[in-house]
Each structure stands twice: as C-alpha cells, then as structure tokens.
C-alpha cells in the first residue's frame, strides 16, 4: 500500500515492506502518479530479489543490490525505468556476472599461488 502526503510544500510518497519504509519526495511540480510508479518499481524488484524477505537486516547485508536497484530506476535524479522485471533482470545479470568474476580471480590467485610454490621449490632446490 503506497501513501501520499504533502509536507511543507512537498510530495512525499511511501511505502512500508516488513520493517522498512521506501520514501520519494519531489517538488509540487512533479507527476505524483509517476513518482508513485517508481516507488512501487523499486519496492518490486527489492521484494523479488530478496525473495520476499525485504527487511532492515536483509537491507543492510545487500546494501549494493538496493544501490543497483535504483541506479537501474534513476539516473542523476531522472526516472529511467518503471519496468520492475525489466530492472530485476539486469540487476540479477550483474549480480552473476560479479560472481563469475569472483570465480575468475580465485582462479588467478590459485595459479599465482602454485607458480610461486613452484618457484620457491626451484630456488630451495638450488
């Protein structure tokens, strides 16, 4: 359920998941309408990403999705996507891609370990 309240010659939106409140304030000027199609993106793609499980902790242990997740929505203060699946899809590509790419530098470090391993078996056996 999303709320709208006018607070001092301003918009302020929210929504409430669990334990945690989503807020979008904007200028009198801005499509409310808008803004509350945006906070009900974001708070989509954090209930789906998060399996349904979107609470301060969880928040807080994923900070950099929440931090993917708006940077997909809004870009220097421009809405640019409203499409919940469109932004869940390219927040969980990136979330695979980071983790191949942690798999990636094991695999570095693992060979760099084996060949200094080599190597100072090389010189001992000098």
Known sequence: MT????????????????????????????????????????????????????????????YDLLLLILDEIIDDGIIIENDADAVIQRVDKTEQSATSEVDTIQQVANKTKEGLSGLIKSFLDF
């Open 3 to 62: 709320d709208i309240v006018i607070v001092d010659d301003l918009i302020c939106i929210f929504q409430c998941l669990k334990n945690v409140c989503f807020y979008i304030i904007s200028s009198p000027e801005e499509n409310e309408l808008v803004m509350e199609e945006t906070l009900m993106t974001i708070c989509e793609s954090l209930d789906a990403l998060f399996k349904s499980k979107v609470y301060k902790r969880s928040i807080l242990e994923n």
